[in-house]
């Protein structure tokens, strides 16, 4: 018995299809394409290893643009292209592609493992906290800026009031004569007055 091979797609041209097909929907919205990319990274064919599964986007030279293609299994890698499969059907796909002297490479997306989904996980929401933190810092230098600076203004100076002279007390004609009537009693000598003879001297006397 023969192994079961998977099938090659025929180079054969095929009859357009009447109805979109997944693929075609899910490249007309680009929301679409990021869910299928959500746990896949964009990485170079020759650094994936066999049994991982890719993703991966490939220049059309009908539509002149890149289109998303949903991948499978990588079997084998050779010189110029890759073969991958879905279980049952097996395809290559190219390297590069060529068109008008132009050279597109193929864009290939490898599937994570869990501990790389994780690790991915944590460095987006490393990512996203680190744009809101950049985000606060703006709109407090907007704020910042919108609200106008106080002019510094000097303290008020404070004038002392001229002190008073002191003048002096206007006397009264009555003190000034006294005061002068004082002085001259002190300048002038005073008179010494006899003293008056004892009551026994002048009995002594009257005997006599």
Request: hydrophobic content about 25%; overall charge positive.
């Amino acid at each position: 018995m023969k192994a079961n091979r998977p099938k090659y797609f025929s180079k054969i041209a095929k009859p357009e299809k009447s109805e979109p097909s997944l693929t075609d929907a899910i490249n007309s919205d680009d929301t679409l394409i990021k869910e299928r990319l959500k746990n896949y990274e964009e990485t170079p064919i020759d650094k994936i290893t066999p049994s991982t599964h890719v993703r991966y986007f490939i220049f059309d030279k009908k539509q002149e643009k890149y289109l998303f293609r949903l991948g499978g299994i990588l079997q084998r890698k050779e010189k110029d292209y890759a073969v991958l499969s879905n279980g049952d059907l097996s395809w290559t796909v190219s390297y590069n592609i060529t068109h008008n002297d132009i050279t597109h490479p193929t864009q290939f997306w490898k599937v994570l493992n869990k501990s790389q989904i994780k690790s991915k996980d944590s460095e987006s929401k490393l990512s996203e906290l680190e744009k809101q933190n950049l985000e606060l810092r703006k709109m407090i230098e907007d704020l910042k800026n919108a609200i106008p600076t106080p002019i510094p203004q000097e303290p008020p100076t404070i004038q002392e009031k001229p002190k008073r002279k002191r003048q002096p007390k206007a006397t009264s004609k009555i003190e000034s004569q006294s005061d002068s009537q004082a002085q001259e009693q002190a300048t002038q000598p005073q008179e010494l007055k006899p003293k008056k003879p004892r009551k026994k001297q002048i009995q002594e006397l009257s005997t006599l």
